[in-house]
DNA sequence: ATGCCAGGCACAGCCTGA
Protein backbone atom coordinates (compact mmCIF):
# COMPACT_ATOMS: atom_id res chain seq x y z
CA UNK A 1 0.00 0.00 0.00
CA UNK A 2 1.26 3.11 -1.19
CA UNK A 3 1.96 5.99 1.59
CA UNK A 4 -0.27 8.51 0.27
CA UNK A 5 -3.66 8.53 -1.11
CA UNK A 6 -3.46 10.35 -4.12
CA UNK A 7 -7.02 12.91 -5.27
CA UNK A 8 -7.28 14.01 -9.09
CA UNK A 9 -9.54 16.34 -10.95
CA UNK A 10 -9.92 16.21 -14.43
CA UNK A 11 -11.97 17.71 -17.07
CA UNK A 12 -11.70 14.92 -19.71
CA UNK A 13 -13.93 17.48 -21.95
CA UNK A 14 -15.43 14.33 -23.61
CA UNK A 15 -15.22 10.99 -22.11
CA UNK A 16 -15.37 8.97 -25.08
CA UNK A 17 -13.06 10.79 -27.17
CA UNK A 18 -10.53 11.05 -24.10
CA UNK A 19 -11.34 7.31 -23.30
CA UNK A 20 -7.69 6.98 -24.46
CA UNK A 21 -5.96 9.16 -22.43
CA UNK A 22 -8.07 8.58 -19.49
CA UNK A 23 -7.20 5.12 -19.49
CA UNK A 24 -3.42 5.99 -20.45
CA UNK A 25 -3.28 8.64 -17.20
CA UNK A 26 -4.74 6.26 -14.80
CA UNK A 27 -2.32 3.52 -15.84
CA UNK A 28 0.56 5.91 -15.13
CA UNK A 29 0.37 8.41 -12.47
CA UNK A 30 -2.40 5.66 -10.25
CA UNK A 31 -4.60 8.25 -8.60
CA UNK A 32 -7.23 6.39 -5.45
CA UNK A 33 -9.50 9.38 -6.23
CA UNK A 34 -10.39 10.68 -9.78
CA UNK A 35 -12.85 13.16 -10.53
CA UNK A 36 -13.92 13.99 -13.70
CA UNK A 37 -15.81 16.62 -15.21
CA UNK A 38 -17.30 17.54 -18.68
CA UNK A 39 -18.24 13.83 -19.66
CA UNK A 40 -20.48 15.10 -22.52
CA UNK A 41 -22.25 11.84 -22.47
CA UNK A 42 -25.76 10.29 -21.01
CA UNK A 43 -25.77 7.74 -18.67
CA UNK A 44 -25.31 4.83 -20.90
CA UNK A 45 -22.60 6.10 -22.65
CA UNK A 46 -20.36 5.95 -19.98
CA UNK A 47 -17.41 3.72 -20.65
CA UNK A 48 -18.16 1.56 -17.14
CA UNK A 49 -16.29 -1.73 -18.01
CA UNK A 50 -12.86 -0.15 -19.58
CA UNK A 51 -13.18 1.89 -16.58
CA UNK A 52 -13.33 -1.50 -14.41
CA UNK A 53 -11.07 -3.07 -16.39
CA UNK A 54 -8.62 -0.40 -15.47
CA UNK A 55 -9.10 -1.35 -11.84
CA UNK A 56 -11.86 1.38 -11.13
CA UNK A 57 -15.45 1.84 -9.43
CA UNK A 58 -17.18 4.73 -10.21
CA UNK A 59 -20.48 6.78 -9.86
CA UNK A 60 -21.16 9.23 -12.89
CA UNK A 61 -24.14 11.79 -13.24
CA UNK A 62 -24.36 12.07 -16.81
CA UNK A 63 -26.13 14.41 -19.57
CA UNK A 64 -26.66 14.08 -23.30
CA UNK A 65 -23.79 16.56 -24.96
CA UNK A 66 -22.95 18.62 -22.28
CA UNK A 67 -21.61 18.66 -18.73
CA UNK A 68 -21.62 15.38 -16.57
CA UNK A 69 -19.39 14.54 -13.67
CA UNK A 70 -17.53 10.85 -12.07
CA UNK A 71 -16.17 10.17 -9.51
CA UNK A 72 -13.84 6.87 -10.09
CA UNK A 73 -12.16 4.49 -7.10
CA UNK A 74 -9.07 2.58 -7.54
CA UNK A 75 -9.72 -0.69 -6.45
CA UNK A 76 -13.34 0.14 -4.50
CA UNK A 77 -16.45 1.43 -5.07
CA UNK A 78 -17.78 4.67 -4.11
CA UNK A 79 -20.97 5.15 -2.36
CA UNK A 80 -23.22 7.84 -3.22
CA UNK A 81 -23.82 10.75 -1.08
CA UNK A 82 -25.82 13.10 -3.68
CA UNK A 83 -26.01 13.47 -7.12
CA UNK A 84 -26.63 16.81 -7.51
CA UNK A 85 -26.35 20.31 -5.89
CA UNK A 86 -28.98 20.95 -3.68
CA UNK A 87 -30.80 24.36 -3.91
CA UNK A 88 -32.72 24.02 -6.93
CA UNK A 89 -34.63 21.60 -8.20
CA UNK A 90 -35.31 23.27 -11.95
CA UNK A 91 -31.56 22.54 -12.38
CA UNK A 92 -31.27 20.13 -14.58
CA UNK A 93 -27.99 20.58 -15.55
CA UNK A 94 -25.28 17.30 -14.31
CA UNK A 95 -22.70 19.09 -12.82
CA UNK A 96 -21.63 17.74 -9.37
CA UNK A 97 -21.79 13.90 -7.66
CA UNK A 98 -20.77 13.89 -4.00
CA UNK A 99 -19.17 10.15 -3.02
CA UNK A 100 -17.39 8.11 0.13
CA UNK A 101 -14.45 6.93 -0.90
CA UNK A 102 -11.13 5.45 0.57
CA UNK A 103 -12.33 7.55 3.84
CA UNK A 104 -12.87 10.56 2.00
CA UNK A 105 -15.36 12.73 1.31
CA UNK A 106 -15.42 13.78 -2.33
CA UNK A 107 -17.39 16.10 -3.88
CA UNK A 108 -16.52 16.73 -7.59
CA UNK A 109 -18.30 19.43 -9.21
CA UNK A 110 -18.35 21.51 -12.81
CA UNK A 111 -19.40 24.74 -11.84
CA UNK A 112 -20.75 26.73 -14.66
CA UNK A 113 -18.68 28.67 -17.44
CA UNK A 114 -20.92 31.77 -16.98
CA UNK A 115 -20.16 33.51 -20.07
CA UNK A 116 -21.07 35.42 -21.76
CA UNK A 117 -20.94 38.26 -18.68
CA UNK A 118 -23.34 39.64 -17.57
CA UNK A 119 -26.18 37.47 -18.98
CA UNK A 120 -28.14 34.78 -17.70
CA UNK A 121 -25.30 32.18 -17.87
CA UNK A 122 -23.56 34.91 -15.90
CA UNK A 123 -26.24 34.47 -13.30
CA UNK A 124 -26.85 30.76 -13.53
CA UNK A 125 -23.11 30.24 -12.55
CA UNK A 126 -23.42 32.83 -9.63
CA UNK A 127 -26.77 31.27 -8.30
CA UNK A 128 -25.03 28.02 -8.63
CA UNK A 129 -21.86 29.41 -6.67
CA UNK A 130 -24.16 30.24 -3.90
CA UNK A 131 -25.76 27.08 -3.62
CA UNK A 132 -22.22 25.53 -3.64
CA UNK A 133 -21.02 28.17 -1.17
CA UNK A 134 -24.08 26.89 1.31
CA UNK A 135 -23.88 23.06 0.93
CA UNK A 136 -20.11 23.30 1.39
CA UNK A 137 -20.73 24.48 5.12
CA UNK A 138 -22.77 21.79 5.70
CA UNK A 139 -19.60 19.84 4.54
CA UNK A 140 -17.37 21.59 6.52
CA UNK A 141 -19.06 21.65 9.88
CA UNK A 142 -19.60 17.66 9.25
CA UNK A 143 -16.49 16.36 10.46
CA UNK A 144 -15.33 14.14 8.30
CA UNK A 145 -12.35 14.70 6.10
CA UNK A 146 -13.66 16.69 2.62
CA UNK A 147 -12.08 17.26 -0.31
CA UNK A 148 -14.38 19.49 -2.84
CA UNK A 149 -13.23 19.04 -6.32
CA UNK A 150 -13.18 20.11 -9.99
CA UNK A 151 -13.71 22.74 -12.77
CA UNK A 152 -14.57 25.69 -10.62
CA UNK A 153 -14.39 28.19 -13.76
CA UNK A 154 -12.77 30.61 -11.67
CA UNK A 155 -9.48 31.93 -11.96
CA UNK A 156 -8.58 32.89 -8.11
CA UNK A 157 -6.32 35.96 -8.79
CA UNK A 158 -4.09 37.50 -11.45
CA UNK A 159 -1.23 35.19 -10.37
CA UNK A 160 -2.98 32.35 -11.60
CA UNK A 161 -3.40 33.52 -15.12
CA UNK A 162 -0.55 34.56 -17.70
CA UNK A 163 -1.89 37.62 -18.71
CA UNK A 164 -5.37 38.88 -17.04
CA UNK A 165 -5.53 41.96 -19.50
CA UNK A 166 -7.16 39.52 -22.49
CA UNK A 167 -9.60 37.70 -19.67
CA UNK A 168 -10.71 40.74 -18.14
CA UNK A 169 -14.26 40.77 -19.21
CA UNK A 170 -14.53 37.02 -18.97
CA UNK A 171 -16.56 35.31 -16.73
CA UNK A 172 -13.69 33.57 -15.20
CA UNK A 173 -11.87 36.65 -13.81
CA UNK A 174 -14.72 38.77 -12.40
CA UNK A 175 -14.87 40.63 -9.51
CA UNK A 176 -18.17 38.37 -8.32
CA UNK A 177 -16.97 35.51 -9.68
CA UNK A 178 -14.25 35.99 -7.51
CA UNK A 179 -16.02 37.53 -4.42
CA UNK A 180 -17.95 33.93 -4.11
CA UNK A 181 -14.50 32.05 -4.80
CA UNK A 182 -12.90 33.97 -1.99
CA UNK A 183 -16.19 33.82 0.40
CA UNK A 184 -15.80 29.47 0.03
CA UNK A 185 -12.30 30.09 1.22
CA UNK A 186 -13.06 32.26 4.55
CA UNK A 187 -15.39 29.00 5.49
CA UNK A 188 -11.60 27.56 6.65
CA UNK A 189 -10.85 25.69 2.94
CA UNK A 190 -7.90 25.34 1.49
CA UNK A 191 -6.51 26.01 -1.37
CA UNK A 192 -4.63 22.62 -1.67
CA UNK A 193 -2.40 23.95 -4.98
CA UNK A 194 -1.87 27.34 -3.76
CA UNK A 195 -1.04 25.50 -0.26
CA UNK A 196 1.90 23.55 -1.08
CA UNK A 197 3.22 25.83 -4.19
CA UNK A 198 2.61 29.30 -2.52
CA UNK A 199 4.64 30.93 -4.93
CA UNK A 200 4.64 29.01 -8.03
CA UNK A 201 3.12 29.88 -11.24
CA UNK A 202 0.24 27.33 -12.27
CA UNK A 203 -2.12 26.46 -14.94
CA UNK A 204 -4.75 23.59 -15.43
CA UNK A 205 -6.05 24.54 -18.48
CA UNK A 206 -4.98 26.14 -21.78
CA UNK A 207 -7.69 26.72 -24.40
CA UNK A 208 -6.95 25.37 -27.61
CA UNK A 209 -6.70 28.92 -29.05
CA UNK A 210 -3.68 30.95 -30.34
CA UNK A 211 -1.06 28.44 -29.51
CA UNK A 212 -1.80 28.96 -26.00
CA UNK A 213 -0.31 25.67 -25.11
CA UNK A 214 2.76 25.52 -26.87
CA UNK A 215 3.44 29.07 -25.27
CA UNK A 216 2.01 27.92 -21.63
CA UNK A 217 -0.45 30.54 -21.68
CA UNK A 218 -2.79 28.94 -19.41
CA UNK A 219 -5.24 29.41 -16.06
CA UNK A 220 -5.57 28.01 -13.07
CA UNK A 221 -9.19 26.94 -12.82
CA UNK A 222 -9.24 23.40 -11.76
CA UNK A 223 -8.58 23.69 -7.65
CA UNK A 224 -9.17 20.94 -5.17
CA UNK A 225 -10.04 22.01 -1.35
CA UNK A 226 -9.94 20.40 2.27
CA UNK A 227 -11.41 20.71 4.76
CA UNK A 228 -9.13 21.38 8.45
CA UNK A 229 -9.66 17.05 8.91
CA UNK A 230 -7.48 16.93 5.75
CA UNK A 231 -5.30 20.01 5.85
CA UNK A 232 -2.56 18.55 8.05
CA UNK A 233 -2.52 15.23 5.72
CA UNK A 234 -1.47 17.03 2.58
CA UNK A 235 1.47 16.07 1.45
CA UNK A 236 2.34 17.51 -1.83
CA UNK A 237 -0.05 18.28 -5.08
CA UNK A 238 0.64 18.83 -8.36
CA UNK A 239 -0.26 19.32 -12.10
CA UNK A 240 -0.05 16.24 -14.77
CA UNK A 241 0.90 18.60 -17.43
CA UNK A 242 2.17 15.56 -19.89
CA UNK A 243 -1.58 14.71 -20.27
CA UNK A 244 -2.17 18.11 -21.80
CA UNK A 245 1.04 17.55 -24.25
CA UNK A 246 -0.71 15.06 -25.68
CA UNK A 247 -2.16 14.45 -29.34
CA UNK A 248 -5.61 15.72 -29.32
CA UNK A 249 -5.42 16.74 -25.70
CA UNK A 250 -8.12 17.78 -23.53
CA UNK A 251 -7.91 21.46 -22.88
CA UNK A 252 -7.50 20.89 -19.43
CA UNK A 253 -4.74 18.64 -17.42
CA UNK A 254 -4.95 16.43 -14.28
CA UNK A 255 -4.41 17.98 -10.96
CA UNK A 256 -4.04 15.92 -8.04
CA UNK A 257 -3.10 16.15 -4.31
CA UNK A 258 -1.33 13.44 -1.81
CA UNK A 259 -2.39 12.91 1.43
CA UNK A 260 -0.45 10.89 4.33
CA UNK A 261 -2.72 8.05 5.01
CA UNK A 262 -1.36 7.41 8.79
CA UNK A 263 -2.73 9.64 11.00
CA UNK A 264 0.71 11.81 11.28
CA UNK A 265 0.47 15.48 11.58
CA UNK A 266 -3.54 14.81 12.78
CA UNK A 267 -4.69 16.39 15.78
CA UNK A 268 -5.24 12.87 17.69
CA UNK A 269 -2.37 12.27 16.50
CA UNK A 270 -0.50 15.40 17.90
CA UNK A 271 -2.32 15.02 21.02
CA UNK A 272 -0.96 10.78 21.12
CA UNK A 273 2.82 12.12 20.07
CA UNK A 274 2.95 14.17 23.71
CA UNK A 275 3.02 11.40 25.14
CA UNK A 276 5.92 9.79 23.36
CA UNK A 277 9.27 10.99 22.05
CA UNK A 278 9.12 13.69 19.59
CA UNK A 279 9.64 12.60 16.44
CA UNK A 280 11.01 15.05 13.21
CA UNK A 281 8.68 16.56 11.30
CA UNK A 282 7.22 14.82 7.95
CA UNK A 283 8.75 16.05 4.99
CA UNK A 284 6.23 15.61 2.68
CA UNK A 285 8.44 13.69 0.00
CA UNK A 286 6.86 11.13 -1.99
C1' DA B 1 -15.51 43.62 -31.69
C1' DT B 2 -14.62 39.01 -33.51
C1' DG B 3 -12.38 34.70 -34.56
C1' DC B 4 -9.06 31.88 -33.23
C1' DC B 5 -9.85 25.49 -31.75
C1' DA B 6 -12.50 21.61 -30.39
C1' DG B 7 -16.56 18.13 -29.12
C1' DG B 8 -21.32 16.77 -29.77
C1' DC B 9 -24.95 16.19 -32.72
C1' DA B 10 -25.73 14.37 -36.87
C1' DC B 11 -24.16 15.03 -41.31
C1' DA B 12 -24.25 21.29 -42.28
C1' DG B 13 -23.44 24.14 -39.64
C1' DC B 14 -24.97 25.25 -35.27
C1' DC B 15 -24.21 25.55 -30.04
C1' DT B 16 -21.19 25.54 -26.31
C1' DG B 17 -17.02 25.90 -23.98
C1' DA B 18 -13.49 29.28 -21.23
Known amino acids: ?24 WLAQEKPDVACLQELKAADEGFPREEVERAGYGALWVGQRSWNGVAVLARGADPV ?3 RAL ?12 EVAAHGVMVGCLYLPNGNPQPGPKFDYKLR ?23 DFNVVPTDEDIYDPKHWRKDALLQPETRDCYRRLLAQG ?13 IYTFWDYFRQ ?18 LQPRLADAGVDRWVR ?21 TAAS ?3 AKSKPARPAASGAS
Open 80 to 82: ESR
Open 128 to 150: WFERLIRHARGLYDSGHPVVLAG
Open 212 to 229: HWQRDAGLRIDHLLLNPQ
Open 1 to 24: MPRHLKIATFNVNGIRTRLPHLLQ
Open 245 to 265: GLEKASDHAPVWIKLRRTAAG
Open 86 to 97: PGDRADAQSRYL
Open 189 to 201: WIDALRAVHPDAR
Open 270 to 272: KRA
